[in-house]
């Protein structure tokens, strides 16, 4: 059953999140209803992830910038992002107000009916992604007297769309699977000699259901799994960087610097 969860995040803002009902696991990781409630500039980094994000604001928009800082023209509301394997830079104003959903890559894909690749390295308005049902959503959501209300929207919204669009293809589903049970340590020849697929024919099926290929997808799974180890107590980053698959430490050092914009040793001490 989806519950809703209040966290203990500092008091410039609030936010709520609710994991997926049994409808959308699967399609969906988590949503996340977010308030500011002190004015300021505030900032934040995330690091390359396999999250499809929908953002859904109802105040001031956010300054994003993929792999950089954001600029004057970087202001974005509603809409959603596809992969990018970098760090996204974000700053906020003190006014946003919004609901985001979390999308797994090839949930996103059933959800927006769109090939992956037009998201990827981009954030699109809800319009383009939702035309006029996202119009209509956003109104819903913004009038609705409280988080729960509005999860429970949102939740209908997206159950409905994936429930008219067919099961993502299962050749592409195990291929991706595959990466994610590997850790990214699967080759992505071996991936297409068991498939009888060319490489280029999977890249191909990935960069529609997915956003990348599966060069990159693994990239990013290792890393997150690195990231992951390296929070546990008592790590070592040679011992990481051989048992994710890197060729060497320094090879380690490099991916972060691609996928979060800092060293390990940077991430550790932050």
Known sequence: MATDSEEPYPSRFEMVRRLPGPQLQGAVTDMCGYRETISGHFRSVEYASLTVPLVISFAEPFAIGLGKNPGGNDRFASFAAGLFAGPVMIESFGGACCVQINFTPLGARRFFGQPMSELTDRMVGL???????????????????????????????????????????????????????????????????????????????????????????????????????????????????????????????REFRDLAGETPTAIAAG
């Open 127 to 253: 319009d383009d992604v939702l035309g006029l049902e996202g119009n209509t959503l956003r109104e819903r959501l913004g009038d609705a007297r409280d988080w729960s209300a509005r999860f429970a929207i949102a939740e209908s919204f997206v159950a409905a769309r994936l429930a008219s669009t067919d099961p993502m293809q299962a050749e592409i589903g195990w291929a991706y699977d595959s990466i994610i049970a590997s850790g990214g340590r699967t080759r992505v020849a071996t991936l297409a000699g068991r498939l009888g697929w060319s490489r280029k024919h999977l890249a191909r099926k990935f960069s529609d259901a997915v956003g990348v290929g599966p060069k990159t997808l693994s990239r990013i799974v290792r890393f997150n799994r690195a990231l992951g180890l390296s929070r546990q107590d008592n790590s070592d980053w040679a011992d990481i960087a051989a048992d994710c698959g890197y060729a060497d430490q320094a090879h380690l050092v």
